[in-house]
């Protein structure tokens, strides 16, 4: 696959093709040409309404603490101001799992950013909230407790890993109900334009098997899926 990647130009576009389509044949392109570890744990779904999120990924990555003074407020301000348009926030805990690490006044302070959406190895809490604002966030549980003196946000916009996926600032996200896919930066655009063909060929299929053309048939006009 040649290198093309989504730029702060372009995103908006991108992303609406890719809402377009499903999580499943994003996997499976990237199955098919050796990127097996891009599909998020199965634990990673959305806890809002809003249950669909593209753009470009920008990482944060904290850490459990055990201090009940501590507080990274101003870490957390600096970072929230720093988000670009576009983008989705994607946060690797350190297996953190006694709190929640996102909520209603981090999704209204990134929205307002242009920020598209969350994806948390972690805790959200303020659902409702954030249900009203019809934006979307992906976790891994729903949790009432504050972050403050149980987990530390450490620093932005670095390499992170979330289950046995790594994911780079830059790289691709995209999520639906299904869970979330993350797509390498240097083949976004292939990426999409593969499943793009996928969409079409098996709408073609799904079309004619309602109309009674055994799966034999259907599966050899169409191709492999």
């Not at 093309?4 to 908006?12: F, L």
């Not at 576009?86 to 990134?110: F, L, N, P, Q, Y």
């Not at 109900?177 to 999409?192: A, K, M, R, W, Y």
Request: glycine share 10%; with cysteine; aromatic share 10%.
């Amino acid at each position: 696959m040649a290198s093309n990647q989504v730029t702060q130009e372009n995103v908006a576009e991108v992303a609406a093709r890719f809402l377009k389509l499903y999580t499943g044949a994003i996997s499976d392109i990237l199955d098919k040409n050796g990127y097996r570890n891009q599909a998020l744990p199965y634990y990673i779904t959305p806890f809002t309404k809003a249950n669909r999120v593209a753009g470009i990924a920008f990482t944060g990555q904290g850490y459990p603490c055990a201090d009940p003074s501590h507080d990274d407020t101003p870490t957390r301000l600096k970072i929230l101001d720093s988000i670009t348009p576009g983008t989705v926030s994607v946060w690797a805990t350190g297996g953190s799992t006694d709190c929640a690490h996102w909520g209603e006044i981090m999704s209204t302070a990134v929205y307002q950013r242009g920020c598209t959406g969350a994806v948390v190895d972690g805790g959200v809490r303020d659902v409702d909230f954030i249900n009203a604002m019809n934006y979307p966030v992906f976790a891994k549980f729903k949790c009432s407790a504050s972050s403050v003196g149980r987990w530390d946000i450490m620093d932005c916009q670095v390499v992170i890993r979330i289950g046995n996926t790594v994911i780079r600032p830059g790289d691709f996200v995209f999520g639906d109900i299904d869970g979330v896919v993350i797509v390498p930066q240097e083949i976004t655009l292939d990426v999409l334009t593969a499943a793009e063909d996928i969409f079409e060929r098996e709408s073609g299929m799904r079309a004619e098997l309602r109309r009674g053309v055994s799966v034999t048939e259907a599966y050899a006009k169409y191709g492999s899926l």
